[in-house]
């Protein structure tokens, strides 16, 4: 990356965090820093730096907007089974005997799964990684949408027709929603 980009990146943090990080490197008291160091080597040490914590930043707020996002859409969908279980019902049946409308679905599902498996591939064991499963099981299930129809539409009738899996779906997403919530607004 050219200094000139990471030096435009590095006005974007606060001129605070800069200051004090200017200051370490003229103090020598930063760890990496050999005391024999030409000024270049600090000023590019210092931008990594720098570089590194704005995009630790990024990551932070693309994570806790993801787990609001699909914190509120698990909790409505969950009570969405939980209140109009037959009308889902009739949705899914109808979606499951259409091939074209299944294979529209996977190639939605295949474009956001990569968006988001591209974007939030984050594996710490916190709500982030519940995003990332999420993530990539969207991703699987549309490529498995794609590959094998035949498969997932027979699933779906099988859940579509069985209230007591319909219902487990349900609380698993209240849960997970709950979860998601939770760790976005209490954490």
Avoid at 5 to 28: D, E, P
Avoid at 161 to 185: E, K, P, V, W
Wanted: aromatic share 14%.
């Amino acid at each position: 990356m050219p200094i000139i980009l990471k030096w435009n990146l590095a006005k974007q943090c606060s001129k605070f965090k800069t200051r004090n990080l200017f200051k370490a490197i003229k103090s020598r008291s930063m760890p990496g820093l050999k005391p024999n160091t030409s000024s270049k080597y600090k000023k590019q040490h210092a931008n990594d730096i720098i570089i590194s914590q704005f995009m630790e930043e990024v990551n932070m707020t693309a994570s806790l907007l993801l787990t609001k996002i699909f914190g509120f859409y698990f909790f409505i969908m969950a009570f969405v089974i939980f209140v109009r279980p037959i009308e889902l019902q009739e949705v899914y049946k109808d979606v499951m005997q259409h091939r074209g409308t299944m294979f529209i679905f996977s190639a939605l599902g295949l474009l956001l799964g990569l968006f988001l498996v591209l974007i939030h591939n984050i594996w710490t064991f916190d709500a982030r990684l519940a995003i990332t499963i999420i993530s990539w099981w969207i991703l699987i299930k549309s490529i498995l949408g794609l590959f094998f129809p035949k498969s997932l539409m027979q699933i779906g009738r099988t859940v579509s027709t069985r209230n007591s899996i319909l219902f487990s779906i349900g609380a698993i997403q209240l849960f997970l929603g709950l979860f998601l919530l939770y760790s976005a607004y209490w954490i």
